[in-house]
């Protein structure tokens, strides 16, 4: 197997044309996921972010000084 300049050169080439597709490929991707389907987006992390989570606080009878009850737990 003999040595070639012009091998080594082609081979650079192709790995460049390829690094080169590959950048842009995520550059397109990139754009596509910020630019394109920014309301998609933004439509989830509102969902993901705000919640509402019900709990239920423990609550207890108040007594005046006189021990009469003044307020009290209701169901509903």
């Known amino acids: ?10 081979r650079a080439s192709l790995a460049r044309l390829l690094l080169g597709l590959g950048f842009v490929g995520l550059i397109s991707a990139f754009f596509r996921a910020q630019i394109v389907r920014n309301k998609e987006f933004l439509a989830q992390a509102e969902q993901n972010r705000f919640r509402e989570v019900p709990l239920a606080a423990p609550r207890g009878i108040i007594y005046d000084r006189n021990g009469r009850i003044i307020a009290e737990n209701l169901p509903g």
């Open 1 to 10: 197997m003999s040595y070639h300049p012009h091998d080594v050169s082609r």
